[in-house]
């Protein structure tokens, strides 16, 4: 019979058998990042007009170079490029309005609208951007990404392709700033993108991600428009859902887009990190549940300190090098810029701890704004 004494060491083997399960996915994902080809690049069938949404709230670091980037677009057709700004007192419209003086390939449109649709500030954005739309085909781009020249070509390719409904794209992290962005930026290319990658691999789960994304305005309209999801936090899934449900695949672009982290507090770090953890525990329950593997250094010590013998600090050692190679076979795949790789065990205790926070609780801060998560939408918490 189980004593109660006898507890905390059962709970310590459990813990080194997940770390050890979590140890071999974790070579797993090394092998499938490195052999990761996505899909073919298409040549445009033929470049039709495109319209670009940006929507913006805030200045940013380096957005001035962004824009100009979207503005120097290698592509042979019109491209409008239109930023959303809702409040007519930011500052980042004098940023924006200095760029677009700038002599470049493309014209940007800087339009200022203060109405709401919803909870979701990002999706009322660009319903008021879309009323300015002249053309048929979206590009819709985060304005905390960095691009390359041929996104639009690339992505306007993938979307010509017979089925296809919307193209996302894959990001990695971009530290811009110091201590705590180089911890959310890791995050990206050691744990989330190659977990990203084992799923498509798999066929485990077809994302969607809104850092980049292209869709038509027909597909738009029949998937109820962006006013469908203005209580969505996770807008860009559920978008890729609703284009499925028609019918149609939503693909992955070749091309991974650089996500910048610009953190400068723990506070800014862990409201982030938590809100994306708790919105992926309502989105899916049991995928959330099942990434415990993922976490194999934290398992291991834990299992070290339930009394599970010292063979559990060589497993600790083990899931660290691996952690390594799977960070290194990332940063070699998708060109990522390294990050000091002696940031990866604290890393690992940190989402280790946050994945554990997100089982206590429902609230996510967004913008400022306390809200509650409840199946992926947003419930005012005003506690």
């Known amino acids: 019979m189980l004593e109660a004494g006898d507890l905390p060491e059962l709970i310590g083997q459990l813990c080194l058998v997940l770390a050890l399960f979590g140890c071999v996915y974790l070579l797993a994902a090394a092998v499938a990042v490195i052999r990761y080809r996505g899909i073919a690049s298409h040549p445009p069938l033929t470049p039709v007009p495109v ?221 982030g990190q938590l809100r994306n953890d708790r919105t992926i525990r309502g989105l899916d329950p049991i995928g959330h549940a099942g990434s415990i593997v993922t976490h194999p250094f934290p398992l291991a010590l834990l299992a070290f300190l339930l009394g599970a013998g010292e063979h559990a600090l060589t497993v600790a050692l083990l899931a660290l090098a691996c952690r390594t190679l799977l960070c290194w076979c990332t940063e070699r795949r998708f060109g990522v810029q390294p990050i000091s790789y002696l940031l990866l065990p604290l890393r690992d205790l940190l989402s280790f701890a946050i994945f554990v926070a997100s089982y206590f609780g429902a609230t996510v801060m967004w913008r400022g704004h306390r809200y509650r998560v409840a199946d992926g939408e947003l419930v005012a918490d005003p506690g």
């Open 51 to 271: 319209t670009v949404l940006v929507p913006l709230c805030g200045q940013e670091p380096g957005l001035d170079r962004r824009l100009r980037a979207l503005r120097s677009q290698v592509y042979p057709a019109p491209v409008q490029i239109i930023c959303g700004i809702q409040d007519a007192d930011d500052p980042v419209i004098g940023v924006v309005k200095a760029v677009a003086a700038e002599p470049l390939a493309h014209p940007l449109e800087v339009h200022v609208d203060a109405r709401l649709h919803g909870r979701n500030m990002k999706m009322s954005n660009m319903i008021n951007m879309t009323q300015h739309a002249q053309h048929n085909t979206f590009v819709t781009v985060d304005s905390d990404v960095e691009i390359p020249p041929n996104l639009i070509a690339t992505m306007v390719a993938e979307l010509q392709q017979p089925g296809v409904g919307a193209v996302s794209s894959l990001y990695h992290g971009v530290p811009v700033g110091g201590f705590w962005a180089r911890l959310a930026a890791l995050r990206v290319n050691s744990h989330f993108l190659p977990n990203v990658v084992v799923a498509l691999s798999s066929g485990l789960a077809q994302p969607c991600f809104g850092a980049g994304m292209a869709l038509s305005r027909e597909t738009l309209t029949r998937i109820g428009g962006f006013r469908a999801f203005t209580e969505q936090l996770w807008d860009d899934y559920a978008i890729g859902e609703a284009v499925r449900v028609l019918g149609a695949k939503v693909v992955m672009s070749p091309i991974s887009l650089g996500h910048v982290y610009a953190e400068r507090s723990a506070r800014e770090f862990f409201d």
